[in-house]
């Protein structure tokens, strides 16, 4: 009992005295390591971009330009000449538009542009239509198709009423263009006619000058025709039939122009050798005449 006790006091001490140090001892303050400082990135001003101002100026600039070369196209068909009054009248309201951006370019303009654009555009096609109707009457195609004519006519006249219509820019182009595909049709078909009967010509002139053999006689000459002949041809598979009728024409006139030529160095040379034939014929003659009045064997003796 006592050894028990004994036993029981011992650890009672020895816990005491583990508390005691335990509690009294300071703990190790904690070592914190400076941080090295890291490289700062210094963005530079002139690469940060900018807030985007002037964007109306921008597109406004923009349909200028496709103004500009829709009028340009316009000047070269020839449309400030053929249509004198409607062109002025349209340089008038494009100046008007210039001069209110040049006041004030912050205001989008480019709807009231593409609208001139559009009408420059129309001008430019009813030029093409105009020379595509004096075509048609200088070829006497106007009985080809007469409600096809009648019909482009109509459309030119549609155009030109629209030219000033506010906002039909678009109206006025498409007028425009079908004038000149109802045109077209007429200029085509009556192309072909012409081109089918010229062709077939060609070739026989050609056949005529081959049967003397022309491509030796006259090299020059027939390499020319055939090259144009062949011009021809293609521009007719491209159904390009006004190219191909002129040039089906003029390959026609050449290889007739060849076989000619030809047939006059082939008559001078048969004429010359006839000659040559003659003249040895006559000194044989005259010859045996010689010999008959004083023969060789006695000139000898």
Do not use: H, W
């Not at 941080?35 to 210094?42: F, G, R, S």
């Not at 040049?102 to 001139?116: G, H, N, T, V």
């Not at 009408?119 to 020379?131: G, H, I, N, P, W």
Request: glycine share 4%.
């Amino acid at each position: 009992m006592q050894r028990k006790f004994f036993l029981f006091l011992l650890f009672v001490v020895i816990f005491a005295t583990m508390m005691f140090f335990g509690c009294s001892s300071t703990p190790e303050e904690e070592v914190i390591e400076p941080v090295e400082p890291t490289d700062v990135i210094e963005v530079p001003v002139d690469n940060v971009e900018p807030v985007i101002e002037g964007v109306t100026e921008g597109i406004n600039k923009s349909s200028l330009e496709a103004v500009a070369l829709a009028r340009e196209a316009a000047v070269l068909s020839g449309a400030a000449t053929l249509f004198t009054e409607e062109f002025e009248k349209l340089e008038t309201e494009y100046e008007a538009i210039k001069q209110a951006i040049a006041s004030d370019s912050a205001m989008d303009r480019s709807k009231e542009l593409a609208d001139i654009q559009l009408r420059y555009q129309a001008m430019e096609r009813l030029a093409t239509a105009t020379k595509m109707r004096s075509s048609i009457e200088e070829n006497d195609f106007t009985k080809i198709d007469e409600s096809t004519l009648a019909q482009g006519d109509a459309s030119v006249v549609k155009a030109k009423d629209l030219l000033f219509v506010e906002g039909s820019g678009s109206s006025a182009k498409s007028e425009a263009d079908s004038a000149c595909k109802a045109y077209e049709s007429l200029l085509l078909a009556g192309f072909k006619g012409r081109a089918d009967s010229v062709r077939g010509l060609a070739y026989e002139s050609k056949e005529k000058a081959d049967s003397i053999k022309s491509n030796k006689g006259d090299k020059e000459g027939y390499s020319a025709a055939a090259l144009v002949l062949s011009g021809a041809d293609a521009a007719y598979v491209e159904k390009n039939y006004e190219t191909a009728y002129f040039g089906f024409q003029k390959a026609n006139e050449l290889f007739d122009e060849v076989y000619k030529r030809v047939l006059e160095k082939r008559a001078a040379a048969e004429e010359a050798i006839a000659r040559a034939k003659q003249k040895v014929d006559t000194t044989a003659v005259f010859a045996a005449e010689a010999d008959e009045i004083a023969p060789l064997q006695e000139v000898e003796k």
